[in-house]
Nanobody
Framework: VQLQASGGGLVQAGGSLRLSCAAS????????MGWFRQAPGKEREFVAA?????????RYADSVKGRFTISRDNAKNTVFLQMNSLKPEDTAVYYC???????????????WGQGTQVTVSS
């Protein structure tokens, strides 16, 4: 199983980025997908998750509600994270993950990508 995250970069505060995570080696449409992030010196934290079908249930961390949107395209085995109104505190390595529940704990996810760096300058 491989989860390949991409789309990170350097952006000014207030800007936008769209992360993508391409999955292979698993039946993508049967997995809940999530995004987590980890800033230097901090623990990995939940960002967003989406149920196994596009348009299904989603969950967001309070810190990103109204700014970030998770979506998926099962035909392309890809999950996305649209990030708007970015803040310096959003700076972190962002990881995509696949699991069997729509939960917020990292331990609930089975497969992990390698991460993509997002840096938001003030």
């Amino acid at each position: 199983v491989q989860l390949q995250a991409s789309g990170g970069g350097l952006v000014q505060a207030g800007g936008s980025l769209r992360l993508s995570c391409a999955a292979s080696g698993l039946t993508f449409s049967t997995y809940f997908m999530g995004w987590f992030r980890q800033a230097p010196g901090k623990e990995r934290e939940f960002v967003a998750a989406i149920s196994w079908f596009a348009g299904g249930a989603t969950r967001y961390a309070d810190s990103v509600k109204g700014r970030f949107t998770i979506s998926r395209d099962n035909a392309k085995n890809t999950v996305f994270l649209q990030m708007n109104s970015l803040k310096p505190e959003d700076t972190a390595v962002y990881y995509c993950a696949g699991g069997k529940t729509l939960r917020t704990m990292a331990n609930d996810y089975v497969y992990w990508g390698q991460g993509t760096q997002v840096t938001v300058s003030s």
